[in-house]
């Protein structure tokens, strides 16, 4: 299925890149896994930095890639060793660009699909990740 389709995309994309030595760039590959990502995350809603989404115990996730704050709080200053309020972190949850740059790093060096367990998995995101990985010199 899904994941046969995706393996052969990337031998594909490996063999272009060999081929010409750019072709399909790692960064395009990464930034086109987290719209998926996001896509799938806000169910393609028209405005999708606006998708705030209250869950139970009162953390909402917000915007694209349905961020909580706290995540935002703790990753910012894990990767960039920053401190940020609860304000910053909502308007970085809610700027698409602020978001997917933040979510592509949580991905990419922390190994951190599993925080959008439900979408990671739909789309198999954690192979793909892997076989974006190995590209990456």
Not at 35 to 57: F, Y
Request: with cysteine; hydrophobic share 40%.
């Amino acid at each position: 299925g899904m994941g046969l389709l995706l393996l052969a995309k990337v031998a594909t994309v490996q063999a272009q890149v060999m081929a010409d030595g750019m072709g399909v760039s790692v960064e395009g590959l990464k930034q086109d896994l987290v719209a998926r990502l996001a896509d799938c995350e806000t169910g393609g809603k028209a405005n999708p930095d606006g998708v705030i989404t209250p869950d139970l115990n009162g953390q909402s996730s917000i915007g694209r890639l349905q961020f909580q704050t706290r995540t935002v709080i703790a990753y910012t200053k894990e990767i960039e060793d920053r401190r940020i309020d609860a304000s910053e972190a909502r308007r970085i949850a809610l700027d698409g660009e602020r978001s997917a740059t933040l979510a592509k790093r949580i991905i990419f060096e922390r190994d951190g699909a599993g925080h959008w367990r439900h979408c990671a998995r739909k789309l198999g995101l954690y192979r793909e990740v892997k076989a974006i990985q190995r590209l990456a010199p």
